[in-house]
Protein backbone atom coordinates (compact mmCIF):
# COMPACT_ATOMS: atom_id res chain seq x y z
CA UNK A 1 0.00 0.00 0.00
CA UNK A 2 1.74 3.29 -1.47
CA UNK A 3 1.44 7.16 -2.31
CA UNK A 4 2.02 7.38 -6.11
CA UNK A 5 2.33 10.54 -8.11
CA UNK A 6 3.54 11.04 -11.57
CA UNK A 7 4.07 13.93 -14.37
CA UNK A 8 3.46 14.26 -17.85
CA UNK A 9 4.97 17.23 -20.53
CA UNK A 10 1.39 17.36 -23.03
CA UNK A 11 2.42 19.89 -25.23
CA UNK A 12 5.33 19.35 -27.81
CA UNK A 13 6.03 23.43 -27.33
CA UNK A 14 7.44 22.74 -23.52
CA UNK A 15 10.88 21.25 -23.67
CA UNK A 16 11.49 21.96 -19.82
CA UNK A 17 12.66 18.24 -18.45
CA UNK A 18 10.49 17.21 -15.58
CA UNK A 19 12.13 17.99 -12.27
CA UNK A 20 12.96 14.93 -10.22
CA UNK A 21 13.00 17.43 -7.02
CA UNK A 22 9.32 18.19 -7.57
CA UNK A 23 8.41 14.99 -8.13
CA UNK A 24 9.98 13.50 -4.89
CA UNK A 25 7.82 16.91 -3.05
CA UNK A 26 4.95 15.07 -4.21
CA UNK A 27 5.46 11.97 -3.07
CA UNK A 28 6.56 13.83 -0.02
CA UNK A 29 3.21 15.11 0.16
CA UNK A 30 1.68 11.36 1.38
CA UNK A 31 4.54 10.05 3.65
CA UNK A 32 2.56 8.38 5.62
CA UNK A 33 0.88 6.47 2.74
CA UNK A 34 4.45 5.13 2.20
CA UNK A 35 7.08 5.32 5.31
CA UNK A 36 9.16 2.11 4.34
CA UNK A 37 10.65 3.87 1.25
CA UNK A 38 10.53 6.32 -1.50
CA UNK A 39 11.60 6.47 -5.09
CA UNK A 40 11.83 8.47 -8.11
CA UNK A 41 12.49 8.32 -11.99
CA UNK A 42 12.52 10.34 -14.87
CA UNK A 43 12.74 10.06 -18.42
CA UNK A 44 14.33 12.65 -20.16
CA UNK A 45 13.57 11.94 -23.80
CA UNK A 46 9.91 11.27 -23.07
CA UNK A 47 9.19 13.88 -20.66
CA UNK A 48 7.41 12.00 -18.25
CA UNK A 49 8.59 11.04 -14.77
CA UNK A 50 7.24 9.04 -11.18
CA UNK A 51 7.61 9.20 -7.92
CA UNK A 52 6.38 6.33 -5.07
CA UNK A 53 6.57 6.20 -1.20
CA UNK A 54 6.16 2.83 -0.05
CA UNK A 55 4.69 0.77 2.90
CA UNK A 56 5.94 -3.00 2.31
CA UNK A 57 3.65 -5.38 2.67
CA UNK A 58 4.46 -8.23 -0.11
CA UNK A 59 7.85 -8.88 -0.92
CA UNK A 60 9.33 -7.01 1.76
CA UNK A 61 13.43 -6.95 -0.57
CA UNK A 62 14.31 -3.57 -1.89
CA UNK A 63 13.95 -5.06 -5.72
CA UNK A 64 10.29 -4.36 -5.45
CA UNK A 65 10.56 -1.48 -4.33
CA UNK A 66 9.17 1.62 -6.57
CA UNK A 67 8.93 2.93 -9.64
CA UNK A 68 9.87 -0.41 -11.29
CA UNK A 69 10.81 -1.74 -14.50
CA UNK A 70 9.66 -4.74 -16.35
CA UNK A 71 12.45 -7.28 -17.34
CA UNK A 72 12.59 -5.29 -21.10
CA UNK A 73 12.55 -1.97 -19.42
CA UNK A 74 10.16 -0.82 -21.91
CA UNK A 75 7.43 -0.23 -19.07
CA UNK A 76 7.70 1.75 -15.60
CA UNK A 77 4.87 1.69 -12.71
CA UNK A 78 3.97 3.01 -9.70
CA UNK A 79 1.42 1.28 -7.94
CA UNK A 80 -1.23 1.65 -4.79
CA UNK A 81 -2.66 -1.70 -3.86
CA UNK A 82 -2.62 -5.74 -3.48
CA UNK A 83 -3.43 -7.91 -5.80
CA UNK A 84 -4.36 -11.38 -4.07
CA UNK A 85 -4.61 -13.23 -6.78
CA UNK A 86 -0.91 -12.67 -7.95
CA UNK A 87 1.25 -15.71 -7.08
CA UNK A 88 -1.53 -17.40 -9.07
CA UNK A 89 -1.15 -15.11 -12.10
CA UNK A 90 2.94 -15.29 -11.97
CA UNK A 91 2.66 -19.09 -12.68
CA UNK A 92 -0.07 -18.62 -15.76
CA UNK A 93 2.37 -15.78 -17.00
CA UNK A 94 5.53 -18.07 -16.29
CA UNK A 95 3.75 -20.88 -18.46
CA UNK A 96 3.33 -18.40 -21.12
CA UNK A 97 6.82 -17.54 -21.05
CA UNK A 98 7.51 -14.82 -18.74
CA UNK A 99 10.08 -16.34 -16.53
CA UNK A 100 12.69 -13.11 -16.33
CA UNK A 101 11.64 -12.11 -13.00
CA UNK A 102 13.52 -9.87 -10.78
CA UNK A 103 11.84 -10.51 -7.82
CA UNK A 104 10.99 -12.93 -5.44
CA UNK A 105 7.28 -12.66 -5.35
CA UNK A 106 6.50 -9.09 -5.99
CA UNK A 107 2.63 -8.00 -6.94
CA UNK A 108 3.49 -4.74 -8.62
CA UNK A 109 6.20 -6.99 -11.38
CA UNK A 110 2.96 -9.36 -11.65
CA UNK A 111 1.30 -6.32 -12.49
CA UNK A 112 3.66 -5.13 -15.11
CA UNK A 113 4.19 -8.62 -16.79
CA UNK A 114 0.40 -9.10 -17.02
CA UNK A 115 0.10 -5.65 -19.12
CA UNK A 116 2.89 -6.75 -20.88
CA UNK A 117 0.86 -10.18 -21.75
CA UNK A 118 -2.40 -8.92 -21.79
CA UNK A 119 -2.77 -4.82 -22.50
CA UNK A 120 -5.16 -3.49 -20.52
CA UNK A 121 -7.27 -6.56 -20.37
CA UNK A 122 -4.95 -7.56 -17.77
CA UNK A 123 -7.24 -5.86 -15.15
CA UNK A 124 -10.48 -8.40 -15.78
CA UNK A 125 -7.52 -10.87 -14.07
CA UNK A 126 -7.03 -9.19 -11.27
CA UNK A 127 -8.49 -9.95 -7.93
CA UNK A 128 -7.62 -6.72 -5.64
CA UNK A 129 -7.33 -3.36 -4.64
CA UNK A 130 -5.29 -0.73 -6.92
CA UNK A 131 -4.60 2.29 -8.39
CA UNK A 132 -1.68 2.60 -10.52
CA UNK A 133 0.29 4.70 -13.17
CA UNK A 134 2.46 2.80 -16.14
CA UNK A 135 4.31 4.56 -18.32
CA UNK A 136 4.71 2.01 -21.63
CA UNK A 137 7.33 3.47 -23.73
CA UNK A 138 6.53 1.40 -26.76
CA UNK A 139 3.10 3.67 -27.36
CA UNK A 140 4.09 7.01 -25.49
CA UNK A 141 0.88 6.81 -23.55
CA UNK A 142 0.47 6.67 -19.84
CA UNK A 143 -1.80 4.05 -18.46
CA UNK A 144 -4.20 4.68 -15.52
CA UNK A 145 -6.51 2.32 -13.92
CA UNK A 146 -8.37 2.22 -10.59
CA UNK A 147 -10.40 -1.14 -9.10
CA UNK A 148 -13.62 -2.01 -9.54
CA UNK A 149 -15.36 -0.91 -6.79
CA UNK A 150 -12.98 2.27 -5.56
CA UNK A 151 -10.71 1.01 -2.66
CA UNK A 152 -7.67 2.98 -3.47
CA UNK A 153 -7.90 6.87 -4.86
CA UNK A 154 -6.40 8.20 -7.85
CA UNK A 155 -6.60 11.70 -9.00
CA UNK A 156 -5.24 13.50 -11.78
CA UNK A 157 -5.35 17.11 -13.48
CA UNK A 158 -3.73 19.06 -16.18
CA UNK A 159 -2.22 22.57 -15.30
CA UNK A 160 -0.96 23.65 -18.89
CA UNK A 161 1.55 21.37 -20.23
CA UNK A 162 1.08 19.26 -17.64
CA UNK A 163 -0.80 16.21 -16.56
CA UNK A 164 -0.24 15.19 -13.06
CA UNK A 165 -1.61 12.18 -11.47
CA UNK A 166 -1.49 10.97 -8.15
CA UNK A 167 -3.42 8.88 -5.00
CA UNK A 168 -4.00 12.09 -2.64
CA UNK A 169 -4.78 15.74 -4.39
CA UNK A 170 -2.02 17.16 -1.91
CA UNK A 171 0.39 15.78 -3.93
CA UNK A 172 -1.17 17.32 -7.11
CA UNK A 173 -1.37 20.90 -5.34
CA UNK A 174 2.81 20.40 -4.62
CA UNK A 175 2.97 19.85 -8.84
CA UNK A 176 0.96 23.27 -9.33
CA UNK A 177 2.66 25.37 -7.12
CA UNK A 178 -0.92 27.39 -7.55
CA UNK A 179 -3.25 28.17 -4.53
CA UNK A 180 -6.03 25.52 -4.68
CA UNK A 181 -9.71 27.10 -6.41
CA UNK A 182 -13.14 25.73 -5.39
CA UNK A 183 -15.36 23.73 -7.72
CA UNK A 184 -18.80 25.38 -6.33
CA UNK A 185 -20.62 22.41 -8.45
CA UNK A 186 -18.22 19.71 -5.81
CA UNK A 187 -18.66 22.22 -2.72
CA UNK A 188 -22.47 21.31 -3.48
CA UNK A 189 -22.23 17.96 -4.07
CA UNK A 190 -20.28 17.99 -0.79
CA UNK A 191 -23.22 19.81 0.81
CA UNK A 192 -25.98 17.08 -0.17
CA UNK A 193 -23.74 14.01 -0.18
CA UNK A 194 -21.48 15.16 2.73
CA UNK A 195 -18.84 14.06 -0.08
CA UNK A 196 -18.06 14.97 -3.85
CA UNK A 197 -19.46 12.25 -6.27
CA UNK A 198 -17.07 11.10 -9.00
CA UNK A 199 -15.23 12.62 -11.47
CA UNK A 200 -15.81 16.14 -9.72
CA UNK A 201 -13.56 17.06 -6.69
CA UNK A 202 -14.10 20.02 -4.48
CA UNK A 203 -11.07 21.70 -6.22
CA UNK A 204 -11.40 23.44 -9.69
CA UNK A 205 -9.54 21.41 -12.32
CA UNK A 206 -9.11 18.15 -10.18
CA UNK A 207 -10.97 15.27 -10.99
CA UNK A 208 -11.13 11.63 -9.83
CA UNK A 209 -10.57 8.53 -12.10
CA UNK A 210 -14.29 6.92 -10.98
CA UNK A 211 -14.21 3.17 -9.84
CA UNK A 212 -14.06 0.27 -12.59
CA UNK A 213 -12.28 2.69 -14.92
CA UNK A 214 -8.98 3.34 -16.51
CA UNK A 215 -7.38 6.00 -19.21
CA UNK A 216 -4.87 6.98 -21.90
CA UNK A 217 -3.39 9.61 -21.56
CA UNK A 218 -0.84 9.97 -25.13
CA UNK A 219 1.95 12.42 -25.65
CA UNK A 220 0.41 14.85 -27.22
CA UNK A 221 -2.39 15.35 -24.01
CA UNK A 222 -5.24 12.97 -25.75
CA UNK A 223 -7.35 11.47 -23.16
CA UNK A 224 -9.38 8.20 -23.55
CA UNK A 225 -11.72 7.28 -20.35
CA UNK A 226 -13.37 3.96 -20.28
CA UNK A 227 -15.27 2.10 -17.77
CA UNK A 228 -13.89 -1.55 -17.99
CA UNK A 229 -16.07 -3.17 -15.03
CA UNK A 230 -20.01 -2.69 -13.85
CA UNK A 231 -21.50 -4.91 -11.37
CA UNK A 232 -25.00 -4.60 -13.69
CA UNK A 233 -22.85 -5.94 -16.44
CA UNK A 234 -21.79 -9.02 -14.35
CA UNK A 235 -25.13 -9.70 -12.56
CA UNK A 236 -27.85 -12.43 -13.58
CA UNK A 237 -30.79 -13.86 -11.60
CA UNK A 238 -30.11 -16.43 -9.71
CA UNK A 239 -32.49 -19.15 -9.11
CA UNK A 240 -31.36 -21.28 -6.49
CA UNK A 241 -33.03 -22.27 -2.89
CA UNK A 242 -31.85 -19.93 0.07
CA UNK A 243 -29.81 -22.35 1.62
CA UNK A 244 -27.77 -23.17 -1.69
CA UNK A 245 -27.78 -19.23 -1.81
CA UNK A 246 -26.19 -18.90 1.67
CA UNK A 247 -23.89 -21.73 0.92
CA UNK A 248 -22.34 -20.20 -2.30
CA UNK A 249 -22.31 -16.88 0.04
CA UNK A 250 -20.26 -18.15 2.86
CA UNK A 251 -18.01 -19.81 0.30
CA UNK A 252 -17.31 -17.04 -1.80
CA UNK A 253 -16.60 -14.98 1.57
CA UNK A 254 -14.32 -16.94 3.40
CA UNK A 255 -12.33 -17.36 -0.09
CA UNK A 256 -12.04 -13.25 -0.23
CA UNK A 257 -11.19 -13.34 3.44
CA UNK A 258 -8.07 -15.82 2.89
CA UNK A 259 -6.77 -13.79 -0.03
CA UNK A 260 -6.84 -11.08 2.26
CA UNK A 261 -4.66 -12.96 4.83
CA UNK A 262 -2.07 -12.82 1.66
CA UNK A 263 0.86 -10.51 3.51
CA UNK A 264 4.82 -10.61 4.31
CA UNK A 265 3.61 -8.19 7.69
CA UNK A 266 0.99 -9.11 10.20
CA UNK A 267 -2.99 -8.94 9.36
CA UNK A 268 -5.33 -7.46 11.88
CA UNK A 269 -8.96 -7.29 12.14
CA UNK A 270 -11.08 -3.49 12.96
CA UNK A 271 -13.71 -5.40 15.36
CA UNK A 272 -17.14 -3.33 16.36
CA UNK A 273 -19.06 -5.98 18.24
CA UNK A 274 -21.41 -6.07 15.13
CA UNK A 275 -22.57 -8.92 12.21
CA UNK A 276 -20.21 -7.83 9.82
CA UNK A 277 -16.88 -8.17 11.55
CA UNK A 278 -17.39 -10.82 13.61
CA UNK A 279 -17.92 -12.83 11.03
CA UNK A 280 -15.21 -11.45 9.14
CA UNK A 281 -13.10 -11.97 12.41
CA UNK A 282 -14.21 -16.02 12.76
CA UNK A 283 -13.61 -16.95 8.97
CA UNK A 284 -10.13 -15.23 9.26
CA UNK A 285 -9.61 -17.48 12.65
CA UNK A 286 -10.04 -20.43 10.69
CA UNK A 287 -7.40 -20.12 8.31
CA UNK A 288 -5.07 -17.84 10.36
CA UNK A 289 -1.65 -19.41 11.10
CA UNK A 290 -1.17 -17.33 14.43
CA UNK A 291 -3.11 -15.22 16.71
CA UNK A 292 -5.55 -12.69 15.64
CA UNK A 293 -5.31 -10.08 16.95
CA UNK A 294 -8.50 -8.00 16.68
CA UNK A 295 -9.26 -3.88 17.56
CA UNK A 296 -11.86 -2.21 18.61
CA UNK A 297 -12.96 1.34 19.88
CA UNK A 298 -14.89 2.78 22.36
CA UNK A 299 -16.36 5.77 24.03
CA UNK A 300 -15.43 7.12 27.44
CA UNK A 301 -18.31 9.16 29.28
CA UNK A 302 -21.46 8.61 30.09
CA UNK A 303 -22.85 7.16 27.06
CA UNK A 304 -23.03 3.61 27.73
CA UNK A 305 -24.67 2.10 24.16
CA UNK A 306 -21.28 2.63 22.55
CA UNK A 307 -19.07 1.12 25.56
CA UNK A 308 -21.35 -1.72 25.79
CA UNK A 309 -20.14 -2.31 21.71
CA UNK A 310 -16.45 -2.53 23.12
CA UNK A 311 -17.43 -4.94 25.40
CA UNK A 312 -19.39 -7.19 22.82
CA UNK A 313 -16.14 -6.84 20.46
CA UNK A 314 -13.69 -8.13 23.49
CA UNK A 315 -16.52 -11.06 24.81
CA UNK A 316 -16.52 -12.79 20.55
CA UNK A 317 -12.95 -12.15 20.47
CA UNK A 318 -12.36 -14.44 23.20
CA UNK A 319 -14.71 -16.85 22.00
CA UNK A 320 -12.80 -17.18 18.66
CA UNK A 321 -9.17 -17.45 20.94
CA UNK A 322 -8.39 -14.06 19.23
CA UNK A 323 -6.34 -10.64 21.24
CA UNK A 324 -8.32 -8.04 21.19
CA UNK A 325 -6.69 -4.19 21.88
CA UNK A 326 -9.46 -1.26 22.19
CA UNK A 327 -9.12 2.39 22.99
CA UNK A 328 -11.95 4.48 24.58
CA UNK A 329 -11.98 7.90 23.05
CA UNK A 330 -13.29 10.87 24.62
CA UNK A 331 -14.54 14.56 23.26
CA UNK A 332 -10.88 15.77 23.57
CA UNK A 333 -9.90 13.04 20.96
CA UNK A 334 -11.88 14.24 18.43
CA UNK A 335 -10.60 17.99 19.54
CA UNK A 336 -7.16 17.23 18.90
CA UNK A 337 -7.07 15.62 15.49
CA UNK A 338 -10.30 17.55 13.49
CA UNK A 339 -7.83 19.52 12.14
CA UNK A 340 -5.20 17.23 10.71
CA UNK A 341 -7.82 14.56 9.93
CA UNK A 342 -9.73 17.79 7.37
CA UNK A 343 -6.02 17.96 5.99
CA UNK A 344 -5.74 14.02 5.56
CA UNK A 345 -8.73 13.73 3.91
CA UNK A 346 -8.35 16.20 0.95
CA UNK A 347 -11.26 16.91 0.25
CA UNK A 348 -14.41 17.07 3.08
CA UNK A 349 -15.45 14.14 4.26
CA UNK A 350 -18.70 14.53 6.25
CA UNK A 351 -18.88 11.72 7.91
CA UNK A 352 -17.88 12.13 11.52
CA UNK A 353 -17.21 8.16 11.74
CA UNK A 354 -13.77 9.35 10.30
CA UNK A 355 -12.44 10.14 13.76
CA UNK A 356 -13.22 6.29 15.30
CA UNK A 357 -11.34 4.97 12.08
CA UNK A 358 -8.58 7.61 12.61
CA UNK A 359 -8.03 5.94 16.61
CA UNK A 360 -8.48 2.57 15.81
CA UNK A 361 -5.95 2.27 12.91
CA UNK A 362 -3.68 4.17 15.23
CA UNK A 363 -3.87 1.62 17.60
CA UNK A 364 -3.13 -1.19 14.99
CA UNK A 365 -0.08 0.50 13.85
CA UNK A 366 1.29 1.09 17.51
CA UNK A 367 0.66 -3.15 18.34
CA UNK A 368 2.86 -3.66 15.03
CA UNK A 369 0.03 -4.71 12.73
CA UNK A 370 -0.13 -2.65 9.58
CA UNK A 371 -3.06 -4.59 7.72
CA UNK A 372 -6.00 -4.82 8.87
CA UNK A 373 -9.65 -5.97 7.39
CA UNK A 374 -12.65 -4.20 7.69
CA UNK A 375 -16.10 -4.69 7.72
CA UNK A 376 -17.50 -1.67 5.25
CA UNK A 377 -20.10 -3.07 1.79
CA UNK A 378 -22.17 -5.66 4.00
CA UNK A 379 -24.84 -3.23 4.96
CA UNK A 380 -25.09 -1.73 1.55
CA UNK A 381 -25.32 -5.39 -0.15
CA UNK A 382 -27.56 -7.03 2.51
CA UNK A 383 -30.19 -3.84 3.41
CA UNK A 384 -28.55 -3.21 7.09
CA UNK A 385 -29.39 0.15 7.80
CA UNK A 386 -32.77 0.71 9.38
CA UNK A 387 -33.32 3.68 7.13
CA UNK A 388 -33.54 1.81 4.12
CA UNK A 389 -36.84 0.15 5.30
CA UNK A 390 -38.41 3.69 5.83
CA UNK A 391 -37.05 4.30 2.27
CA UNK A 392 -38.41 1.48 1.01
CA UNK A 393 -41.93 1.92 2.56
CA UNK A 394 -42.17 6.07 1.48
CA UNK A 395 -41.20 5.11 -2.17
CA UNK A 396 -44.23 2.35 -2.01
CA UNK A 397 -46.44 4.94 -0.96
CA UNK A 398 -45.30 7.01 -3.69
CA UNK A 399 -45.94 4.87 -6.32
CA UNK A 400 -49.39 4.74 -4.94
CA UNK A 401 -49.63 8.51 -5.52
CA UNK A 402 -51.22 9.66 -8.55
CA UNK A 403 -48.46 12.47 -9.60
CA UNK A 404 -50.41 15.52 -9.72
CA UNK A 405 -51.61 15.13 -5.72
CA UNK A 406 -48.18 14.85 -4.93
CA UNK A 407 -47.14 18.22 -6.64
CA UNK A 408 -49.81 19.31 -5.12
CA UNK A 409 -48.16 18.08 -1.91
CA UNK A 410 -44.61 19.35 -2.72
CA UNK A 411 -46.21 22.65 -2.78
CA UNK A 412 -47.52 22.75 -0.20
CA UNK A 413 -45.01 21.17 2.27
CA UNK A 414 -43.86 24.57 3.27
CA UNK A 415 -47.24 25.61 4.86
CA UNK A 416 -47.87 22.17 6.36
CA UNK A 417 -44.72 22.90 7.98
CA UNK A 418 -42.77 19.21 7.05
CA UNK A 419 -39.06 18.08 8.63
CA UNK A 420 -36.55 18.94 5.53
CA UNK A 421 -36.17 15.29 4.98
CA UNK A 422 -39.33 14.38 4.44
CA UNK A 423 -40.39 17.57 2.66
CA UNK A 424 -36.91 16.74 0.11
CA UNK A 425 -38.56 13.10 -0.12
CA UNK A 426 -41.71 15.27 -1.72
CA UNK A 427 -40.40 16.85 -3.94
CA UNK A 428 -38.47 14.37 -5.36
CA UNK A 429 -41.34 12.09 -6.21
CA UNK A 430 -43.70 15.01 -7.80
CA UNK A 431 -40.51 15.30 -9.69
CA UNK A 432 -40.56 11.35 -10.94
CA UNK A 433 -37.32 10.91 -9.08
CA UNK A 434 -36.90 7.92 -7.22
CA UNK A 435 -37.13 9.08 -3.27
CA UNK A 436 -33.63 7.29 -2.31
CA UNK A 437 -30.53 8.86 -3.69
CA UNK A 438 -28.08 7.61 -0.97
CA UNK A 439 -27.84 5.85 1.95
CA UNK A 440 -26.17 9.12 3.94
CA UNK A 441 -27.99 12.41 2.80
CA UNK A 442 -26.42 15.87 3.80
CA UNK A 443 -28.60 18.92 3.79
CA UNK A 444 -31.73 18.75 1.47
CA UNK A 445 -32.25 21.08 -1.67
CA UNK A 446 -34.00 23.76 0.25
CA UNK A 447 -31.46 24.38 2.91
CA UNK A 448 -28.57 23.99 0.34
CA UNK A 449 -30.05 27.02 -1.41
CA UNK A 450 -30.57 29.12 1.54
CA UNK A 451 -27.17 28.76 2.79
CA UNK A 452 -25.37 29.62 -0.22
CA UNK A 453 -25.49 32.66 -1.29
CA UNK A 454 -27.10 34.43 -4.45
CA UNK A 455 -24.16 35.09 -6.14
CA UNK A 456 -22.65 31.22 -5.57
CA UNK A 457 -26.46 30.32 -6.74
CA UNK A 458 -26.21 31.85 -9.88
CA UNK A 459 -23.07 30.43 -10.71
CA UNK A 460 -24.60 27.04 -10.04
CA UNK A 461 -27.12 27.45 -12.46
CA UNK A 462 -30.09 26.10 -10.34
CA UNK A 463 -28.48 22.13 -10.34
CA UNK A 464 -29.84 19.78 -7.92
CA UNK A 465 -28.80 17.12 -6.09
CA UNK A 466 -30.46 15.08 -8.05
CA UNK A 467 -28.82 15.77 -10.93
CA UNK A 468 -25.24 13.88 -9.82
CA UNK A 469 -27.72 10.61 -8.93
CA UNK A 470 -29.19 10.73 -12.87
CA UNK A 471 -26.76 9.16 -14.51
CA UNK A 472 -26.69 6.29 -12.36
CA UNK A 473 -30.04 6.18 -12.64
CA UNK A 474 -30.16 6.13 -16.26
CA UNK A 475 -27.47 3.33 -16.14
CA UNK A 476 -29.77 1.43 -14.33
CA UNK A 477 -32.30 1.64 -15.49
CA UNK A 478 -30.94 0.50 -18.91
CA UNK A 479 -29.11 -2.55 -17.64
CA UNK A 480 -30.23 -3.92 -14.16
CA UNK A 481 -31.66 -7.61 -14.70
CA UNK A 482 -33.45 -6.34 -11.38
CA UNK A 483 -35.53 -3.26 -11.47
CA UNK A 484 -37.00 -3.02 -8.00
CA UNK A 485 -36.33 -0.17 -5.81
CA UNK A 486 -34.23 -2.16 -3.42
CA UNK A 487 -31.68 -3.26 -6.00
CA UNK A 488 -31.87 0.35 -7.11
CA UNK A 489 -30.73 1.06 -3.03
CA UNK A 490 -27.83 -1.33 -3.32
CA UNK A 491 -26.66 -0.22 -6.57
CA UNK A 492 -26.88 3.36 -5.61
CA UNK A 493 -24.55 3.15 -2.64
CA UNK A 494 -22.62 0.69 -4.04
CA UNK A 495 -21.50 2.75 -6.74
CA UNK A 496 -21.97 6.25 -5.34
CA UNK A 497 -21.66 6.03 -1.60
CA UNK A 498 -19.46 3.45 -0.93
CA UNK A 499 -16.11 4.54 -3.02
CA UNK A 500 -17.10 8.92 -2.50
CA UNK A 501 -17.76 8.59 1.78
CA UNK A 502 -16.89 5.05 3.08
CA UNK A 503 -14.21 3.67 1.12
CA UNK A 504 -12.55 7.05 1.06
CA UNK A 505 -12.96 7.46 4.75
CA UNK A 506 -11.39 4.24 5.39
CA UNK A 507 -8.62 4.69 3.08
CA UNK A 508 -7.93 8.18 3.89
CA UNK A 509 -7.70 7.42 7.77
CA UNK A 510 -5.83 4.06 7.87
CA UNK A 511 -3.26 5.66 5.33
CA UNK A 512 -2.58 8.66 7.86
CA UNK A 513 -1.57 6.06 10.48
CA UNK A 514 0.42 4.19 7.63
CA UNK A 515 -2.22 1.01 8.02
CA UNK A 516 -3.44 -0.59 4.59
CA UNK A 517 -7.46 -1.54 5.12
CA UNK A 518 -8.64 -4.82 3.25
CA UNK A 519 -12.80 -4.97 2.77
CA UNK A 520 -13.59 -8.80 2.31
CA UNK A 521 -16.93 -7.39 1.63
CA UNK A 522 -15.93 -5.91 -1.33
CA UNK A 523 -14.36 -8.43 -3.27
CA UNK A 524 -15.58 -8.12 -6.87
CA UNK A 525 -16.91 -11.41 -7.12
CA UNK A 526 -18.60 -11.36 -3.68
CA UNK A 527 -20.53 -8.37 -5.05
CA UNK A 528 -21.83 -9.67 -8.06
CA UNK A 529 -22.96 -12.77 -6.26
CA UNK A 530 -25.16 -10.60 -3.88
CA UNK A 531 -26.39 -8.42 -6.76
CA UNK A 532 -27.60 -11.56 -8.87
CA UNK A 533 -29.89 -12.22 -5.53
CA UNK A 534 -33.35 -11.13 -5.76
CA UNK A 535 -34.17 -9.07 -2.61
CA UNK A 536 -36.67 -11.50 -1.20
CA UNK A 537 -33.51 -13.80 -0.82
CA UNK A 538 -31.15 -10.96 1.03
CA UNK A 539 -33.89 -10.57 2.97
CA UNK A 540 -34.61 -14.06 4.00
CA UNK A 541 -37.22 -14.36 6.16
CA UNK A 542 -37.97 -10.20 6.21
CA UNK A 543 -34.80 -9.84 7.96
CA UNK A 544 -32.48 -7.51 6.95
CA UNK A 545 -28.99 -9.21 6.06
CA UNK A 546 -31.36 -12.18 6.47
CA UNK A 547 -29.17 -14.23 3.78
CA UNK A 548 -25.81 -13.45 5.46
CA UNK A 549 -27.09 -14.60 8.86
CA UNK A 550 -28.60 -17.85 7.16
CA UNK A 551 -25.04 -18.29 5.84
CA UNK A 552 -22.95 -17.09 8.65
CA UNK A 553 -24.98 -19.46 11.40
CA UNK A 554 -23.00 -21.34 13.81
CA UNK A 555 -20.10 -18.64 12.86
CA UNK A 556 -21.27 -16.57 14.74
CA UNK A 557 -23.53 -16.93 17.99
CA UNK A 558 -27.19 -16.04 17.78
CA UNK A 559 -26.84 -12.82 20.26
CA UNK A 560 -24.72 -11.23 17.76
CA UNK A 561 -26.39 -12.17 14.46
CA UNK A 562 -30.00 -11.28 15.41
CA UNK A 563 -29.11 -7.96 17.90
CA UNK A 564 -30.21 -4.56 16.72
CA UNK A 565 -27.72 -3.10 14.70
CA UNK A 566 -26.24 -0.67 17.24
CA UNK A 567 -24.17 1.22 14.03
CA UNK A 568 -20.24 2.38 14.41
CA UNK A 569 -21.19 6.35 14.83
CA UNK A 570 -19.75 8.86 17.92
CA UNK A 571 -21.72 10.42 20.67
CA UNK A 572 -22.16 13.60 18.38
CA UNK A 573 -25.17 15.40 20.00
CA UNK A 574 -22.57 15.10 23.55
CA UNK A 575 -19.38 16.24 22.03
CA UNK A 576 -20.60 18.77 19.31
CA UNK A 577 -21.46 21.92 21.71
CA UNK A 578 -18.00 21.88 23.07
CA UNK A 579 -15.97 21.41 19.76
CA UNK A 580 -17.80 23.97 18.36
CA UNK A 581 -16.77 26.50 20.84
CA UNK A 582 -13.68 25.51 21.80
CA UNK A 583 -12.04 25.38 18.22
CA UNK A 584 -15.15 25.33 15.18
CA UNK A 585 -15.99 29.31 16.05
CA UNK A 586 -12.77 30.51 15.37
CA UNK A 587 -12.56 28.21 11.51
CA UNK A 588 -16.37 28.97 11.14
CA UNK A 589 -15.45 32.61 11.24
CA UNK A 590 -12.33 32.08 9.19
CA UNK A 591 -13.82 30.64 6.48
CA UNK A 592 -17.19 33.43 6.24
CA UNK A 593 -13.73 36.38 6.46
CA UNK A 594 -12.09 34.80 3.47
CA UNK A 595 -15.14 33.83 1.05
CA UNK A 596 -18.41 35.15 0.33
CA UNK A 597 -19.88 31.95 -0.78
CA UNK A 598 -22.54 31.46 2.25
CA UNK A 599 -25.28 33.42 3.95
CA UNK A 600 -24.57 34.08 7.54
CA UNK A 601 -27.62 33.50 8.98
CA UNK A 602 -28.58 30.63 7.11
CA UNK A 603 -25.10 29.12 8.36
CA UNK A 604 -25.91 30.21 11.66
CA UNK A 605 -29.25 28.29 11.95
CA UNK A 606 -27.93 25.00 10.58
CA UNK A 607 -25.13 25.27 13.72
CA UNK A 608 -27.77 25.83 16.17
CA UNK A 609 -28.23 22.94 18.70
CA UNK A 610 -31.80 22.36 17.70
CA UNK A 611 -30.07 20.87 14.01
CA UNK A 612 -29.36 17.93 14.16
CA UNK A 613 -26.07 17.11 14.86
CA UNK A 614 -24.91 15.49 10.99
CA UNK A 615 -26.25 19.17 9.65
CA UNK A 616 -24.20 20.95 12.25
CA UNK A 617 -21.00 18.49 11.65
CA UNK A 618 -20.74 18.60 7.47
CA UNK A 619 -20.42 22.64 8.45
CA UNK A 620 -17.64 22.38 11.44
CA UNK A 621 -15.91 20.01 8.97
CA UNK A 622 -15.93 22.44 5.68
CA UNK A 623 -14.44 25.01 8.24
CA UNK A 624 -11.76 22.66 9.44
CA UNK A 625 -10.97 21.70 5.75
CA UNK A 626 -11.06 25.07 4.91
CA UNK A 627 -8.96 26.42 7.48
CA UNK A 628 -6.35 23.48 6.12
CA UNK A 629 -6.69 24.11 2.22
CA UNK A 630 -7.55 28.10 2.13
CA UNK A 631 -8.73 27.53 -2.01
CA UNK A 632 -9.62 30.61 -3.85
CA UNK A 633 -13.54 31.00 -5.29
Known sequence: MCGVAGLLRIDSRQ???????????????????????????????????????????????????QPMHDA??????????????????????????????????????????????WGVECLDRLRGIFAFGLWDSRRKQLFLARDRIGVKPLYYSVNGSTFSFAS?????????????????????????????????????????LQ?????????????????????LDQASHITDTPEQVAERLITELRESVSLRQVSDRPVGIFLSGGIDSSVNAALFSESASGSVKTFSIGYAGPDQAYQNE???????ADQIGAENQRSMLTRQDLQDVALKLAWHQDEPNGDPVCVPIHYVSKLARENDVVVCQVGEGSDE?????DSWAKYRKYQSIADSVPRFILQAMSRLTGIAGLDPTRSDMISRSAQGHPIFMAGALGLTDPQINSLLSPEAQRELGGISSYDAVAPYRQ?????????????????????????????????????????????????????????????????????????????????????????????????MDDW????????????????FKNTDLFDSGAMNQLLSPSEPAKNRWILLNLAFWWSQYRPTT
Not at 86 to 111: F, I, K, M, P, Y
Open 475 to 571: HFESSAWDKSNFAWMTYMDLMFRLPELLLMRVDKMSMATSVEARVPFLDHEFVTLAMSMTASTRLLDGSAKGILKKAADGLVPDSILYRKKQGFGLP
Open 168 to 208: EIKAIHAASGVRPRINLAGLRQYLGFMATTGPETIFDGIYK
Open 15 to 65: SDPIPPDLLKAMANTMAHRGPDGSGVWVDGEARVGMSHRRLAIIDLAESAN
Open 211 to 231: PGHWMTVAQDGTQKIHRYWDV
Open 381 to 385: LFHGY
Open 72 to 117: SGELTIVYNGEIYNHAQLREQLTELGHTRWLTDHSDTEVLLTAYRE
Open 576 to 591: LPGIIDDIGREAIESM
Open 310 to 316: TDLAKEF
